[in-house]
């Protein structure tokens, strides 16, 4: 039984200087494709080449040196008619399919890299984002020698391969998922957030609700948001003075507080980190905040208007301490504004807060103080606020 290759088209392909045709070759069964021996000859010169269908004999074919006038008549066209009649659908699968040595020495070609042209060092690109070099060192030949590609380095740290997407799409928000496709940076990038409907808090959340039932005329109970983003409530008690933050991304721990007229101090600064109070003495109250987590955070901290307060518009001014309490000088802090439009804040409402670029970090078992103020002291009181803090990151 007889092997035959057919070479429908001329594929060429140079690799490490060879010059290699890709055939489609097909096996058993293809004796009926060769015309018989004594088959009949070809019709008279017409000044067009045909295949007489001979069966090859094992001989390199050379090129006859036809005349230029039948070399013109020569296309580079399919095989006839009556070729394709005799191959059938079934016989031609693939009319560009190269052989497996070719597709092993392309593979091979691409697998090794760039080549050197000058003694400038090679570089590709490896796993996660990462670059490899290779030295090019000249020859007396006029060409270059070039190493090896060395170790990968410079890859991100829990960084993704640009293309691959997270299987069913990254958590977030309310119980939400997100889909997230890798970029070519190496990290994800996240799309819009999809929660499902009656989900009311992100889990971790923590909030103190006054009255429910509760005996005591300043009792109240917390309520923590579960697994489900529906909150649990717990047994009556005096709300705490302070909130401590959430060890879960995302999450957001508040406290409600009140501005009123008995409570008042010299209004702290608009903005920076030299947070020395003005000469207006406003309403005022603090908030500790405490981080018993054991982790390095980065939290977002803002006022907002309770659900139910009818209250849209308070001019307001934040200034956030480290440690517990006002400091004696409240000189240096970590960062002061009186306004905040920026997501979470409500835009227009005049409340502050320090959020996005203006994040603050606390770290293992510190401690920070928020103080919001009046901005006028003609500020209407009392108000009630709320306060809080949404853990945007885990810092090493």
Same mark, same amino acid.
């Given at each position: 039984?007889?092997?035959?290759? /057919?070479?429908?088209?001329? !594929?060429?392909?140079?690799?490490?200087?060879?010059?290699?045709?890709?055939?489609?070759? =097909?096996?058993?069964?293809?004796?009926?494709?060769?015309?018989?021996?004594?088959?009949?000859?070809?019709?008279?010169?017409?000044?067009?080449?045909?295949?007489?269908?001979?069966?090859?004999?094992?001989?390199?074919?050379?090129?006859?040196?036809?005349?230029?006038?039948?070399?013109?008549?020569?296309?580079?066209?399919?095989?006839?008619?009556?070729?394709?009649?005799?191959? #059938?659908?079934? %016989?031609?699968?693939?009319?560009?399919?190269?052989?497996?040595?070719?597709?092993?020495?392309?593979?091979?070609?691409?697998?090794?890299?760039?080549?050197?042209?000058?003694?400038?060092?090679?570089?590709?690109?490896?796993?996660?984002?990462?670059?490899?070099?290779?030295?090019?060192?000249?020859?007396?030949?006029?060409?270059?020698?070039?190493?090896?590609?060395?170790?990968?380095?410079?890859?991100?740290?829990?960084?993704?391969?640009?293309?691959?997407?997270?299987?069913?799409?990254?958590?977030?928000?309310?119980?939400?998922? =997100?889909?997230?496709?890798?970029?070519?940076?190496?990290?994800?990038?996240?799309?819009?957030?999809?929660?499902?409907? #009656?989900?009311?808090? %992100?889990?971790?959340?923590?909030?103190?609700?006054?009255?429910?039932?509760?005996?005591?005329?300043?009792? #109240?109970?917390?309520?923590?948001?579960?697994?489900?983003?529906?909150?649990?409530?717990?047994?009556?008690?005096?709300?705490?003075?302070?909130?401590?933050?959430?060890?879960?991304?995302?999450?957001?721990?508040?406290?409600?507080?009140?501005?009123?007229?008995?409570?008042?101090?010299?209004?702290?600064? =608009?903005?920076?980190?030299?947070?020395?109070?003005?000469?207006? +003495?406003?309403?005022?109250?603090?908030?500790?905040?405490?981080?018993?987590?054991?982790?390095?955070?980065? /939290?977002?901290?803002?006022?907002? !208007?309770?659900?139910?307060?009818? %209250?849209?518009?308070?001019?307001?001014?934040?200034?956030? !301490?480290?440690?517990? #309490?006002?400091?004696?000088?409240?000189?240096?802090?970590?960062?002061?504004?009186?306004?905040?439009?920026?997501?979470?804040?409500?835009?227009?409402?005049?409340?502050?807060?320090? /959020?996005?670029?203006?994040?603050?970090?606390?770290? +293992?078992?510190?401690?920070?103080?928020?103080?919001?103020?009046?901005?006028? =002291?003609?500020?209407?009181?009392?108000?009630?606020?709320?306060?809080?803090?949404?853990?945007?990151?885990?810092?090493?």
């Amino acid at each position: 039984m007889r092997r035959s290759t /057919v070479c429908w088209a001329t !594929f060429v392909t140079v690799v490490g200087g060879l010059s290699l045709a890709a055939c489609s070759s =097909s096996g058993a069964g293809n004796e009926a494709l060769d015309p018989p021996v004594d088959a009949a000859p070809p019709p008279a010169d017409t000044g067009v080449v045909v295949d007489t269908g001979a069966p090859d004999s094992g001989a390199p074919v050379v090129d006859a040196g036809a005349d230029a006038a039948r070399d013109a008549t020569v296309a580079d066209a399919a095989p006839d008619a009556a070729a394709d009649a005799a191959l #059938g659908d079934a %016989t031609v699968t693939d009319a560009g399919t190269r052989d497996a040595a070719v597709d092993a020495a392309v593979d091979a070609a691409v697998d090794a890299g760039p080549v050197c042209v000058s003694t400038q060092p090679l570089e590709r690109s490896c796993g996660i984002c990462g670059k490899q070099t290779a030295s090019c060192t000249a020859n007396d030949g006029g060409t270059y020698d070039q190493g090896s590609f060395g170790t990968c380095t410079g890859e991100r740290d829990g960084g993704c391969q640009p293309g691959t997407e997270v299987d069913g799409g990254i958590a977030c928000g309310r119980c939400g998922r =997100s889909r997230a496709v890798c970029q070519s940076d190496c990290f994800y990038a996240q799309g819009s957030c999809v929660e499902p409907p #009656g989900s009311v808090c %992100t889990p971790g959340e923590r909030v103190f609700r006054l009255g429910l039932s509760c005996p005591g005329a300043n009792e #109240g109970r917390y309520a923590i948001c579960g697994a489900s983003c529906q909150f649990n409530y717990g047994d009556c008690t005096v709300e705490e003075t302070w909130v401590n933050v959430s060890a879960n991304v995302g999450a957001t721990v508040s406290r409600p507080f009140a501005l009123t007229a008995t409570k008042t101090t010299a209004r702290g600064a =608009s903005s920076g980190t030299n947070c020395a109070p003005t000469s207006t +003495v406003t309403p005022y109250e603090t908030t500790v905040i405490r981080n018993t987590t054991g982790k390095n955070l980065k /939290v977002a901290i803002w006022e907002s !208007f309770p659900a139910t307060s009818s %209250t849209t518009y308070l001019d307001t001014v934040m200034n956030v !301490f480290s440690g517990e #309490g006002l400091p004696a000088s409240r000189a240096a802090c970590l960062g002061a504004n009186d306004s905040c439009s920026t997501s979470p804040c409500t835009s227009g409402s005049g409340l502050a807060g320090l /959020v996005g670029t203006s994040a603050v970090t606390i770290g +293992v078992g510190e401690s920070l103080t928020a103080y919001t103020g009046c901005y006028s =002291s003609t500020c209407t009181t009392p108000t009630n606020l709320v306060l809080n803090v949404r853990t945007l990151e885990i810092l090493p």
